[in-house]
C-alpha cells in the first residue's frame, strides 16, 4: 500500500492551530482558578529530584493509605491540566475507593505551547533524560515518601499522555508492572514535530521486531517486561487507529506473541476487546477498539455516591467506563481481570481456536531458531537469557509458575526468594550440592547467589569453594541459561599466615583486584559472564570513582551484565550512586544488607527509605537470621544442631523467644511453618525485593517455594512487626 502523501504546509498550518487552542483553552483554565480533583486538592511536591525535564509534580494520597499501597502515574493530555483531567477520569475517585495512590505530572506552557508531554523529541524519552528521567524521580520520591510497593507502580495516559507512557515503559519498564495507553503513540514513534505529524496521521507503520528492538534499546532491561492495555476509537481523526496496531506490534514482539489473540469478545455493542495470554496464561496484552469514538478516553459517569468522571473535552461520555477497566487490568479494585484464561469463551469457534494454537507455535519457533543457530542454549554459553515473557517464568515439571521480580533498574528477573550458596562447600559437600541444584531448577528457584570468598572460614578452605561447585554443576548440566548467577569480589582472598591475614592485593575493590577477581570468579564458574557482580563490601580506601569505572569496564567486555553493592552504609552508597551519576559509570542497582524480623533497625531507618527512592533493589542476606526464626533454636542445648549454632546465643533473649511465639502463632493459623512465615514478612515489605535464604535438604528448598507463594494478612504482618520491634 502506498505511504500517503503528507503537505508539510498543511502540518504548519495545524501546528499552530493546535498551539492557538492550547493558549485560549490556558487562559480559559487560568480565568476559572484551579480545578479540584473527584476527591479533594491535589498536592504538588516541589522537591522531588533534579527535574530535568522541569514538569510539575502532582500527587493524591488517600487519608489513611497503608504502606504497601500501589501507585498509579496519570499522564494527562494535550490543552489539559492533570486537575482537570484527573476531575473527568475519576482516578482519584478511584484511588480512594480500592486504596491506592495517584502520581499526576503536568506539563508546564514554558516546555509546550500545547501542554503537550514532549514525547516526539528525544532529549525528553530516552532513559536518565528530560520529562522521562523527571516523571521517573517522582515515582522513586512517591515510592519512598509514602512507603509504597515497588513492585506495584503502573501509568496510563491519553493521546500525548499515552505517548508518554509509552516511553515511560519503554526507557524504564523495570520500575512498571504495567500501562494503559490511550489514544496514543508507540515508543520512537517520531523525532521531531513534522514526524510527530505523520505518525499520528498515518501510524507510521513499521515491522514487528524493528517495533520490539526500539524498546530493547531503551533501556538494559530484558525482560520480563510490562503488561500493557491499548485504548483506541475507531472515529479517531487526531491519532488514527494504526497507532493503536503499531502499539500492539511493539508488545507482541517484545512478549513473544502470536498475530492471532487468544481471546475475541464484545463486551458492549460498540466495544471490541482482544487480549494475549503469556506463557503462564495471564494476560500481558489486550486492545479495546470503540466504534465511533472519536479522540479521547471514554468515560461511563454515573450519578451518586459511586460516581465516577465527567464529560469535558476530549474526555467522552460513551458508556464505556476505561477508568475502572484499567484499573482491574492493573489489578486494582473490583475489576481485577483474572490471572488465568477462562474455559473457551462463547461462540468461539474450534477453528479459531486451532488457529491461535498454531500461532503460538509459530511464536515459539521464531523464537528457538535463533537460539539453535548460535548455540545459546549451549554450555558456557555465558550470561542467563531474559526472562521468559509475561510477569512469572515457566516452572519446568510441576506446579504453578513462580512469580518474577525485577532487580532494580538490572534488567535482571529473579523468583522472589534467591538461594544462598554459602552452604556449598561448607555444610554441603559436592554430591550434595549438586542435588541441591537439581532441585531449585525444577521447582523454579534460578537465582543462585555465591561470592569469591565462599566458604573460605571452613576447615581447610581458602575461598573460591561455593563458585567451583556450581561450576562444575554447570559443566555436568549443561544449563547455564537456566539459572541466574550472582557474585561478590571484595573480600579477602588467598591463603592466610598465622594470624589470618591474607595477601594484601587480594582484597578490596581496586581496579587491579576487580579485574583479576572477575577472572577468577568465570573460572571457577565456567562461564563467559557473570549476571550481578557486587561489592562484597565497602573500600573506603579505593576511591569510589576508580572502583564504578573498573566494574564498568567489566560491563562493556560482555563479562558482567550489572553490578550491586553489599554492606554499605546508606550514607556511602548515596555517594557512590552520586558518583555514578556525576561521572556517567555504571551505578549500583541492587544492594544486599543484613535485614530479618530480628535484625531490623539499621535497615529500616535509612538504607531502605534509600533503596525505595532510587529504586534499587534489596536483596537481604540472614533472612533467616542464620536459621534462629526456623524455630530449632530454643534454648542453648540447640545450639549443638548445627555448625551455625554457636552463633544462636545473641538472638536467644526474650525478644528473640517473643518473636518465636509470634511467628508459631501465625504459622499455626497460615498453616505453615516458622521459617516460611518469616520469609513470607520480608515478602511483605516494599523495600524488599527477594530475601536470600538457604537449604541443605530437599524439604527445604520445598519450604522455600512455599514461602515464595505465602502472602500474609495485614493483622499477621502487623503482630510480627510488633513482636521483633526493636
Known amino acids: 500500500m502506498p505511504k500517503p502523501?503528507?503537505?508539510?504546509?498543511?502540518?504548519?498550518?495545524?501546528?499552530?492551530?493546535?498551539?492557538?487552542?492550547?493558549l485560549q483553552g490556558t487562559m480559559r483554565g487560568a480565568m476559572a482558578g484551579p480545578l479540584p480533583t473527584g476527591d479533594g486538592a491535589l498536592r504538588e511536591e516541589a522537591a522531588f529530584g533534579s527535574n530535568p525535564g522541569q514538569l510539575r509534580m502532582l500527587e493524591c494520597v488517600p487519608d489513611g493509605l497503608p504502606p504497601g499501597a500501589p501507585l498509579v502515574v496519570v499522564l494527562h493530555g494535550c490543552n489539559q491540566t492533570a486537575a482537570g483531567f484527573d476531575r473527568g477520569t475519576g482516578w482519584s475517585r478511584l484511588a480512594a475507593r480500592h486504596g491506592f495512590a495517584l502520581l499526576l505530572p503536568e506539563q508546564r506552557m514554558a516546555n509546550n505551547a500545547n501542554r503537550c508531554f514532549n514525547w516526539f523529541e528525544p532529549g525528553d524519552t530516552r532513559r536518565d533524560r528530560g520529562e522521562a528521567l523527571s516523571i521517573r524521580q517522582m515515582v522513586a520520591h512517591a515510592v519512598a515518601r509514602h512507603r509504597l510497593d515497588q513492585r506495584r507502580v503502573f501509568v496510563t495516559g491519553l493521546?500525548?499522555?499515552?505517548?508518554?507512557?509509552?516511553?515511560?515503559?519503554?526507557?524504564?519498564?523495570?520500575?512498571?508492572?504495567?500501562?494503559?495507553?490511550?489514544?496514543?503513540?508507540?515508543?520512537?514513534?517520531?523525532?521531531?514535530?513534522?514526524?510527530?505529524?505523520?505518525?499520528?496521521?498515518?501510524?507510521?507503520?513499521?515491522?514487528?521486531?524493528?517495533?520490539?528492538?526500539?524498546?530493547r534499546r531503551a533501556s538494559p532491561h530484558r525482560g520480563p517486561w510490562p503488561r500493557v492495555s491499548v485504548w483506541q476509537g475507531d472515529a479517531d481523526a487526531t491519532v488514527r487507529p494504526a497507532n493503536a496496531e503499531e502499539i500492539l506490534k511493539q508488545w507482541?514482539?517484545?512478549?513473544?506473541?502470536?498475530?492471532?489473540?487468544?481471546?475475541?469478545?464484545?463486551?458492549g455493542p460498540a466495544h471490541r476487546r482482544r487480549a494475549w495470554r503469556g506463557a503462564d496464561g495471564a494476560v500481558v496484552l489486550e486492545h479495546h477498539a470503540i466504534a465511533g469514538m472519536p479522540h479521547g478516553v471514554p468515560i461511563a459517569p454515573r450519578r451518586g455516591p459511586e460516581a465516577i468522571g465527567e464529560p469535558a473535552p476530549w474526555i467522552l461520555d460513551v458508556g464505556i467506563a476505561s477508568t475502572e477497566a484499567i484499573a482491574g487490568f492493573f489489578g486494582l479494585g473490583a475489576a481485577a481481570v483474572p490471572d488465568r484464561p477462562a474455559p473457551r469463551e462463547a461462540g468461539r469457534s474450534a477453528w479459531l481456536d486451532r488457529i491461535i494454537r498454531v500461532g503460538r507455535a509459530l511464536a515459539k519457533l521464531r523464537h528457538a531458531v535463533p537460539r539453535i543457530l548460535t548455540g545459546a542454549d549451549q554450555q558456557h554459553s555465558g550470561a542467563a537469557p531474559p526472562a521468559p515473557p509475561g510477569p512469572a517464568a515457566r516452572r519446568p515439571g510441576r506446579g504453578p509458575p513462580m512469580q518474577q521480580r525485577k532487580l532494580g533498574g538490572s534488567g535482571i528477573a529473579t523468583p522472589p526468594i534467591i538461594f544462598g550458596g554459602n552452604v556449598f562447600g561448607w555444610t554441603l559437600d559436592k554430591a550434595a550440592s549438586f542435588r541441591i541444584l537439581d532441585k531449585l531448577v525444577d521447582v523454579g528457584l534460578t537465582c543462585i547467589d555465591t561470592a569469591d570468598v565462599y566458604s573460605a572460614w571452613a576447615p581447610g578452605n581458602q575461598g573460591g569453594e561455593s563458585e567451583a561447585i556450581i561450576g562444575d554443576w554447570l559443566a555436568a548440566r549443561g544449563n547455564r541459561a537456566k539459572v541466574t548467577i550472582?557474585?561478590?569480589?571484595?573480600?579477602?582472598?588467598?591463603?592466610?599466615?598465622?594470624?589470618?591475614?591474607?595477601?594484601?592485593?587480594?582484597?578490596?575493590?581496586?581496579?587491579?583486584?576487580?579485574?583479576?577477581?572477575?577472572?577468577?570468579?568465570?573460572?571457577?564458574?565456567?562461564?563467559?559472564?557473570?549476571?550481578?557482580?557486587?561489592?562484597?563490601?565497602?573500600?573506603?580506601?579505593?576511591?569510589?570513582?576508580?572502583?564504578?569505572?573498573?566494574?564498568?569496564?567489566?560491563?562493556?567486555?560482555?563479562?558482567?551484565?550489572?553490578?550491586?553493592?553489599?554492606?554499605?552504609?546508606?550514607?556511602?552508597?548515596g555517594e557512590a550512586l552520586a558518583v555514578s551519576a556525576q561521572h556517567g559509570l555504571p551505578r549500583y542497582q541492587t544492594l544486599q544488607p543484613l535485614y530479618n524480623m530480628m535484625d531490623r533497625k539499621v535497615f529500616e531507618a535509612e538504607l531502605g527509605p534509600l533503596c525505595q527512592r532510587e529504586g534499587?533493589?534489596?536483596?537481604?542476606?540472614?533472612?533467616?537470621?542464620?536459621?534462629?526464626?526456623?524455630?530449632?533454636?530454643?534454648s542453648e542445648a540447640d545450639f549443638g544442631k548445627s555448625k551455625r549454632g554457636g552463633g544462636m546465643a545473641k538472638y536467644l533473649t526474650p525478644r528473640?523467644?517473643?518473636?518465636?511465639?509470634?511467628?508459631?502463632?501465625?504459622?499455626?493459623?497460615?498453616?505453615?511453618?516458622?521459617?516460611?512465615?518469616?520469609?513470607?514478612?520480608?515478602?511483605?515489605?516494599?523495600?524488599?525485593?527477594?530475601?536470600?535464604?538457604?537449604?541443605?535438604?530437599?524439604?527445604?528448598?520445598?519450604?522455600?517455594?512455599?514461602?515464595?507463594?505465602?502472602?500474609?494478612?495485614?493483622?499477621?504482618?502487623?503482630?510480627?512487626?510488633?513482636?521483633?520491634?526493636?
Open 486 to 573: 550472582l557474585t561478590k569480589v571484595g573480600m579477602q582472598m588467598g591463603p592466610r599466615d598465622a594470624d589470618g591475614n591474607g595477601p594484601k592485593h587480594a582484597v578490596g575493590l581496586s581496579p587491579r583486584w576487580i579485574a583479576q577477581g572477575v577472572e577468577d570468579s568465570l573460572r571457577r564458574l565456567r562461564t563467559d559472564s557473570i549476571d550481578l557482580y557486587q561489592a562484597h563490601k565497602d573500600d573506603p580506601e579505593t576511591p569510589l570513582a576508580d572502583s564504578l569505572g573498573a566494574f564498568g569496564d567489566l560491563i562493556k567486555a560482555g563479562k558482567v551484565r550489572a553490578i550491586g553493592a553489599s554492606n554499605y552504609s546508606a550514607a556511602r552508597l
Open 252 to 267: 507482541r514482539d517484545l512478549h513473544g506473541l502470536p498475530l492471532a489473540p487468544g481471546t475475541m469478545e464484545a463486551p
Open 159 to 215: 493521546s500525548a499522555g499515552g505517548a508518554m507512557a509509552s516511553a515511560m515503559l519503554a526507557t524504564y519498564p523495570e520500575v512498571f508492572a504495567a500501562g494503559a495507553i490511550i489514544a496514543g503513540l508507540p515508543y520512537d514513534a517520531a523525532h521531531s514535530m513534522p514526524e510527530a505529524f505523520e505518525a499520528m496521521a498515518t501510524g507510521r507503520p513499521r515491522p514487528a521486531p524493528e517495533r520490539g528492538e526500539a524498546v
Open 656 to 726: 528473640g523467644l517473643a518473636v518465636l511465639d509470634a511467628l508459631d502463632a501465625v504459622a499455626k493459623e497460615m498453616s505453615a511453618t516458622p521459617a516460611q512465615v518469616a520469609l513470607a514478612w520480608l515478602l511483605a515489605k516494599p523495600a524488599v525485593t527477594a530475601p536470600i535464604a538457604s537449604a541443605t535438604t530437599e524439604a527445604q528448598v520445598d519450604d522455600l517455594v512455599k514461602a515464595a507463594t505465602l502472602t500474609l494478612p495485614a493483622d499477621a504482618v502487623a503482630t510480627l512487626d510488633g513482636a521483633s520491634a526493636e
Open 616 to 634: 534499587i533493589g534489596v536483596i537481604n542476606y540472614y533472612a533467616l537470621a542464620s536459621g534462629f526464626l526456623s524455630g530449632k533454636y530454643r
Open 5 to 22: 502523501h503528507l503537505d508539510l504546509a498543511d502540518l504548519v498550518r495545524r501546528s499552530q492551530a493546535m498551539a492557538q487552542g492550547a
